[in-house]
Nanobody, 127 residues
Framework: QVQPAEAGGGLVQAGGSLRLSCVAP????????LAWFRQAPGTEREFVAA????????YYADSVKGRFILSRDNAKNIVYLQMNNLTSEDTAVYYC????????????????????WGQGTQVTVAS
């Protein structure tokens, strides 16, 4: 059982930056694949970014590509989502999701590929 825990959300002005973090305890952290999803009020949860356990390849939604950077520190069991040039469209609750191993490429952006989810952290961008 893995219980991811997010941190780093808050209120920021448009154009600003935030860094989210997700800690996922477990000795096999380097084998975990982790992803960030977000959900704004009245919308469905959407994929933001992911990093696979094997090889560490990263994937981004088109809406955040070039602005968000996902990185992982296997020694600390943590992944970071650096979010730059934020807009009001980025306002949402951000969730960290974890699964053992590496989802096939067609699944890496799908929420059903991830077994364990954090409670979420609110990001609000004021325009």
């Amino acid at each position: 059982q893995v219980q991811p825990a997010e941190a780093g959300g808050g209120l920021v002005q448009a154009g600003g930056s935030l860094r989210l973090s997700c800690v996922a305890p477990g000795e096999s952290f380097r084998r975990f694949s982790l992803a960030w999803f977000r959900q704004a009020p009245g919308t469905e949860r959407e994929f933001v970014a992911a990093v696979r356990g094997s090889g560490g390849s990263t994937y981004y939604a088109d809406s955040v590509k070039g602005r968000f950077i996902l990185s992982r520190d296997n020694a600390k069991n943590i992944v970071y989502l650096q979010m730059n040039n934020l807009t009001s469209e980025d306002t949402a609750v951000y969730y960290c999701a974890v699964t053992y191993g590496s989802p096939i490429l067609t699944m890496v952006r799908r929420s059903e590929a991830y077994e364990y989810w954090g409670q979420g952290t609110q990001v609000t961008v004021a325009s």
